[in-house]
Structure formats: C-alpha cells, structure tokens
C-alpha cells in the first residue's frame, strides 16, 4: 500500500543587504494585500452581501498594481500576492466551516508579527551550493542541514528574531510496511499492573517514585533543616516557619 507523504525542511537563510530589504518589500506587500482584501470582505459582512473570492480579489489585484497610490506592488512577484489571496479565501471558508473545530474570521495582519510571503513556482533549490532562487530575490544561501528529499512542492520565506527562513514543503511516495504477523492481542493499561494482556500475562509497574521517594525525603528534610537553622540563629529573612518543620522530629 503506498501513501503521499509531505514533508517540510526548515532551514535559515544568509542573505545580503539588498536581499534583505526585498524580502522585507515582499513581506509587507504581502501583507497589505491581505489586510486590503480582507477590510474589503469584512465590509461587504456589514453590508450583507456576498464575499468576494480569489476570481474577483485577483482582479482587484490588478487595478492596485496600475494605481498611482498601490503602484509599488508591481515590484514584488505577483505569485506571493496571488498566494495571499488564495490563503484568504481559505480562511474565510474554514472560518464559514461547520466542521471546522476552532473556526474563526480571518484577522488582520501586523508588521512584524508572521511577517512572510510564499512562492508556489517559479523557486529553484541546488543543494550542492546551499543556495535557493526566489524570483525577483535571486540566489540566496542558505544552512544546508540536512538533505531535501522529495518533489519540491513550494517555499515559504518567514521572519522570526531579526533571521530570515525558508521552509521548503516536498511531497514523495512512499509504501506503507505490513507487520508479517497475523495475530492479535489486547492491552489493559492499569494501576495495579502497568499492563495485562489478553493471554493472561502481565507486565509489573516500573515504580519509580518509589525507588527514588527515600533519597528524595531525605534532601527536603536536609533543605528543611537548613531553613531552620537559618531562622534560629537570625540570618534568614524570612520570620515565620517553614512549611516542612512537621519533619524535624523525624530526623532526631
């Protein structure tokens, strides 16, 4: 039986100058167009009136990049933009989900909290150099771990404590292993007995409290003591008795 397995890698990038300030352009473009799109849509629920999905906030998309006032849209790639459309309409429709457990309405995005942008194409990874290609971006490095495995499927560029990362999602097949054996058996988690199965046998409690209780009461007793003494003789702070004296008695 074989299965879709996807699988992200996290890696964090070394960037230059210029890099930099670009991711930080397309991260906020990013986030204005989410923030624009969904003022839009949250009016329109005012109003009552149907939401606007990617179709029409595409073409929105276009008449901000002619404006005069949004023009500085058409320096960043329109795939990020076009990806935070899509991410809205998903939101909207998990936040409208009946299903969904924790469903919510989207919420507006603030400079430099999530500050990210996500390419769905147009990237190249080479491994062997440690570099990835964003568009618009060019070449940056990046610390290469660990080994990608799979089809890349896209790449996200984040930002967390001043450092820039990039998480690259693969997909790949893999088969699912069978056990050989064709027999079963049943578990009872218990107190008394940690386990006892459906064959009769049983498995003991490890106890490790028990073992370490003695070596334990010993060190508050000796921490207990301590205290005490501290107070008789005037060199503790604190006047009033520790909760521990009933164990005094104990030590004598």
């Known amino acids: 039986m074989k299965q879709i397995i996807r699988k992200a890698f996290k890696s964090r990038l070394n960037p230059n100058s210029d890099q930099v300030q670009k991711m930080v352009e397309f991260a906020g473009a990013n986030r204005f167009v989410w923030n624009k799109a969904l003022a839009m849509n ?3 629920l005012e109003q009552k009136q149907p939401l606007l999905w990617y179709n029409e906030l595409s073409f929105w998309l276009k008449l901000w990049k002619s404006s005069e006032d949004y023009g500085f849209l058409k320096t960043v790639h329109s795939q990020p933009l076009q990806q935070a459309l899509k991410n809205l309409e998903k939101a909207f ?3 409208f989900d009946k299903k969904q457990p924790l469903k919510r309405i989207p919420k507006f995005k603030k400079k430099g909290l999530s500050d990210s942008f996500r ?3 147009g990237f ?3 491994q062997e150099s ?3 290609f964003l568009p618009k971006i060019g070449w940056v490095k990046y610390r290469n771990s660990r080994q990608v495995t799979g089809d890349v499927k896209n790449m996200t560029i984040s930002r967390k404590g001043g450092y820039w990362y990039v998480s690259i999602q693969t997909e790949y097949e893999t088969e699912l292993k069978r056990h050989s054996s064709t027999s079963m058996i049943g578990v009872d988690m218990g107190v008394t007995r940690f386990a006892t199965l459906s064959d009769g046998s049983y498995v003991e409690p490890l106890n490790s409290f028990r073992k370490s209780y003695q070596r334990n009461w010993l060190l508050n007793s000796v921490s207990c003591l301590k205290k005490s003494v501290s ?4 060199k503790s702070r604190n006047k009033s008795l520790p909760d521990c004296m009933s164990v005094l008695p104990m030590l004598v």
């Not at 107070?231 to 005037?234: A, M």
């Open 42 to 44: 949250l009016f329109r």
């Open 93 to 95: 429709k998990d936040g």
């Open 119 to 121: 390419y769905p194409q």
């Open 124 to 126: 190249k990874l080479e």
């Open 130 to 132: 440690s570099k990835v």
């Open 231 to 234: 107070l008789l003789t005037g």
